[in-house]
């Protein structure tokens, strides 16, 4: 897609919201805060409006092998995407459910990001899922498209980090192969706060967590998948404590686009769980070095039970899964 085309879409991405469902969100959300009597989870008064029809379309099992899948553009239920399938007070309530899962400072940028990538068409957008059912204590909402996979619990959708299933963002604003900067794309800032970390670390190091081999691959049934032995690059158990606690600080803002309770119960999760002096951390370089500026694009953060995958060449794709 040329760059010409590119903008264009971009310009009618907001043109199109209505279209796709984005409307009557301000609206819908003063009702919601008009009701101070209302204690269900945003999840949950989605799943108590939906009709038994809606039901039968929507929702899947708590045990459906597609609550682990994850891919950079997937729906759910590509037959049933929200505009179609959901009236308008539920159309805004599930982007506001969107918006609650992201930082505020974040939501309107990304917002642009999931608007922009449908391309202003109907069969680009996303799609929703429940898994399982208000009996299940790990009753989960989730949203799909282009670029975005995102997910919460439904009972309690706050301070349960990412419920042990992958997420996925991604984004080029305007060229598809994306210049050393990424200009306008809003993940960019992780890979600065990465390269930040990387630099703290003395010269031995940066030269252990280089690696020549290209990274791991995306396919869908695999992009995911944790080693048990053989990782590459720099050794956590290899640093000093304050560089591995530099690592999670580093983690923590690189995860600020998500609610903070979520930040914070992922980190909590790491630093409980002992995971640090297992994880891994590697930079790529040759083509996946964007113009050989040693700013590294793309990089990899894993260990038996987490991998967080950062491809900035082309573009930005970025997996996380953290085992809960």
């Known amino acids: 897609m040329n760059s010409m085309n590119r903008r264009n879409l971009i310009k009618t991405a907001g043109a199109s919201a209505a279209v796709l469902g984005i409307t009557g969100l301000d609206a819908f959300s003063g009702r919601l805060a008009a009701n101070e009597a209302e204690t269900d989870s945003l999840p949950m008064q989605l799943y108590k409006s939906m009709s038994n029809e809606q039901r039968h379309k929507i929702c899947l099992p708590a045990d459906h092998a597609k609550r682990q899948y994850v891919s950079n ?46 391309y202003g068409e109907l069969k680009n957008a996303p799609a929703v899922a429940f898994f399982g059912t208000p009996e299940d204590d790990d009753f989960e909402f989730l949203y799909t498209g282009h670029h975005v996979t995102r997910r919460c619990n439904v009972h309690e959708d706050r301070r349960q980090g990412f419920g042990g299933a992958p997420l996925f963002y991604g984004h080029f604003p305007d060229e598809f192969n994306e210049t050393k900067d990424h200009p306008g794309n809003p993940y960019w800032y992780q890979g600065k706060a990465f390269n930040q970390f990387v630099h703290a670390l003395d010269g031995r190091q940066q030269q252990r967590g280089l690696v020549s081999a290209a990274p791991r ?96 060449q082309p573009h930005i794709h970025s997996y996380f899964h953290l085992k809960s």
């Not at 690189?254 to 002992?274: P, S, Y």
């Not at 640090?276 to 500026?293: A, C, M, P, R, T």
């Open 217 to 312: 691959k995306e396919k869908p049934e695999t992009v995911v998948q944790k080693k048990t032995t053989g990782w590459e690059g720099l050794a956590c158990a290899d640093m000093s404590r304050d560089q591995q606690k530099l690592l999670i600080n580093t983690m923590g803002t690189m995860m600020a686009m998500f609610r903070k309770e979520d930040v914070q119960a992922t980190l909590a999760m790491i630093e409980q769980k002992g995971m640090v002096d297992q994880l891994h951390v590697s930079w790529y370089e040759g083509k996946f070095d964007i113009g050989s500026d040693k700013v590294w694009d793309t990089w990899q953060i894993e260990g038996p039970e987490l991998v967080w995958y950062f491809r900035g």
């Open 73 to 118: 553009w997937w729906y759910i239920h590509p037959k049933d995407r929200i505009p179609g399938t959901f009236n308008d007070e539920q159309q805004a309530l599930i982007q506001n459910i969107f918006d609650s899962l992201h930082s505020p400072d974040y939501q309107a940028a990304v917002r642009q990001q999931v608007e922009t990538d449908q």
